[in-house]
């Protein structure tokens, strides 16, 4: 049972590259989400999904997309990376309404 | 917009000292609170989740105490160990959404 897992966990881009951040969870959780931590700024979140099929903007959303392949995998695209981008970026599950659980992260650097 | 508030930013205290960690919220009509724990350079790790109808919940020498009228709630540890250094993060979901609002969190430091 690995619980949430991303990949990769370190990424440099160069500015206007694109790029795609993976997420998986084996809990059955029908509701996962991605955030962002920066200094100073705390966690945010960019996108969530209440359900399989299902994806809501959340508090920054502008320069990312998502996408909910199924109940297992979440993923967030950035299309043309920007050095605000820079930040850990983490993916969380849960069943709705119940404790989210977090992966470890991906530490993305945009040059 | 919900405000989610943690003072102090940082904590230093020695070995066996009991922890008091403190986190308020501006809008007190929430769903759950939730407390994790990160360690330098790692994710986040649920430590407890109260919800708006609970006044407390505990889990070993952690117990989270939640005020949902004043908005605050309290995160003890007893005893506290160096292993227990870490960054306690609160965070706050309301009624019928599913965002986390969190704190910016504190940073303890037990030392040995």
């Known amino acids: 049972n690995a619980g949430v897992t991303q990949t990769p966990k370190f990424q440099v881009l160069k500015t206007g590259q694109s790029m795609t951040l993976q997420c998986a969870q084996d809990m059955n959780h029908n509701s996962m989400y991605w955030y962002r931590q920066d200094p100073g700024m705390g966690l945010r979140l960019i996108y969530y999904s209440a359900s399989e099929g299902t994806t809501d903007k959340g508090e920054v959303p502008n320069g990312y997309n998502v996408s909910r392949l199924n109940k297992r995998e979440f993923s967030l695209r950035l299309e043309s990376a920007a050095p605000s981008q820079t930040s850990v970026y983490f993916c969380?599950?849960?069943?709705?309404?119940?404790?989210?659980?977090f992966g470890p992260g991906t530490r993305l650097t945009v040059t | 917009k919900q405000e989610v508030t943690q003072i102090p930013a940082a904590l230093s205290v020695p070995e066996g000292e009991n922890l008091v960690l403190n986190c308020s919220f501006t809008?007190?009509?929430?769903?759950?609170l939730q407390w994790f724990r990160q360690d330098p350079g790692k994710g986040l790790t649920s430590l407890l989740l109260?919800?708006?109808?609970?006044r407390e919940q505990t889990s070993g020498r952690l117990n989270a105490s939640l005020d949902k009228s004043s908005g605050r709630s309290t995160l003890y540890i007893a005893a506290s160990q160096p292993g227990d250094s870490a960054t306690y993060l609160c965070a706050v979901r309301p009624y019928n959404d599913y965002k986390l609002s969190f704190g910016a969190g504190t940073t303890v430091t037990v030392r040995a």
């Open positions: 109260i919800q708006s109808s609970q």
């Open positions: 969380a599950s849960s069943l709705t309404g119940y404790e989210q659980y």
């Open positions: 809008d007190s009509a929430i769903y759950n």
